[in-house]
């Protein structure tokens, strides 16, 4: 297969019961159908606000959560319902990074440990190859020796980051599902992280599931974008083309707001109104039919399906 990673009808409902004495349950439907797959080798970034099921798409896909329903294949193994032990093989090959890297990290373990811990649950016996391998990965990501010794409070943001990609990449993984993994850090540390991420990438030939609200970020890393609302992937297309021409009004206001870089290049501000509303109960029709201003009759009443509309480029929207 030439795909590491594929998704089909993903859905996350996370049930709950309605008021003190309901007996009814209700469902939280954070992913609600979703479909994507990672080429080898290629970056697909997962992008929208908040509260768009995003991360839940992610921790699914690693199965710290139970899909609802739909199927994960992982290089061709269909492994929506491995067990623990199957779950462990998977590890070695797929690992998370996650938004902040002081609260990943142990505060009372020196951060060479931390690494070495996982080198010693995946089966690396020998100390002596563990502390090369440790020094190795630390020198990867650009991290001294010294390093190894200390404790994660002794670090800045970004370098705790650099010790949580050093931990992921302990076991030879060859697709990290990185879950807003800079959106802690200053502005200038993020272009590092990135940088290095990049880097990894093509040193590694590792594949990336790359979730961020911050479409910036998403842009340099990217191959591919799939735009995410309210449970569902809007707008999906190679990065290029969607940075140059967004077909969904959603992906058009959300790139509104980032600034142009090239003089005399203009992009009409197109303000994202509201919330995103309630997954519970989502909108009828289009979802975001309650944000949208072109939405018509049409788009509260009928979904619309996701259509390819050019080159690998994918929108569900009536007007397109
Ligand atoms: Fe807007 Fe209608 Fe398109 Fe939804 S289907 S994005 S409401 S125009
Ligand atoms: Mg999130």
Redesign the pocket.
């Known amino acids: 297969t030439a795909n590491i990673l594929e998704v089909k009808g993903l859905k996350k409902y996370f049930p709950f019961k309605k008021g003190l004495l309901g007996k009814a349950m209700e469902y939280v439907r954070a992913v609600d159908g979703v479909d994507f797959h990672i080429g080898y080798g290629e970056t697909l970034g997962l992008v929208g606000e908040s509260g768009c099921g995003k991360s839940t798409t992610g921790r699914t896909i690693m199965r710290l959560l139970e899909p609802t329903e739909g199927e994960i294949f992982f290089e061709g193994q269909n492994i929506t319902r491995f067990n623990k032990k199957q779950l462990r093989q998977v590890y070695k090959h797929m690992q998370l990074i996650f938004q902040d890297p002081f609260a990943s990290l142990n505060p009372r373990k020196a951060v060479g440990d931390a690494v070495d811990e996982v080198l010693l649950v995946h089966g690396m016996k020998d100390g002596v190859k563990r502390r090369e391998r440790v020094e190795e990965l630390f020198d990867m990501v650009g991290l001294r020796k010294e390093d190894m010794d200390k404790y994660p409070h002794e670090f800045s943001g970004g370098q705790r980051q650099r010790v949580v990609i050093a931990r992921a990449l302990a076991v030879n993984p060859k697709l990290l599902i990185c879950d807003e993994p800079v959106s802690a850090l200053d502005v200038s540390i993020q272009a590092q992280i990135i940088n290095l991420l990049m880097e990894l990438k093509e040193r590694l030939k590792l594949s990336y599931l790359f979730i961020s609200h911050d479409l910036r970020v998403v842009r340099h890393i990217s191959d591919r974008v799939a735009v995410m609302y309210l449970g569902k992937i809007?707008e999906m297309a190679p990065a290029e083309d969607l940075f140059r021409e967004p077909l969904?009004?959603?992906s058009k206001a959300l790139l509104s707001v980032i600034p142009v870089l090239k003089p005399g290049q203009k992009r009409k501000k197109l303000v994202l109104e509201g919330e995103v509303p309630n997954p519970v109960n989502p909108p009828t029709?289009?979802?975001?039919?309650t944000r949208?201003k072109?939405?018509?009759k049409?788009?509260?009443e009928i979904e619309?399906p996701i259509k390819l509309v050019g080159n690998r480029h994918f929108v569900?929207?009536?007007?397109?």
């Open positions: 809007v969904h009004p959603y029709g289009c979802r975001f039919s949208c072109y939405a018509t049409q788009c509260s619309p569900a929207c009536h007007l397109c």
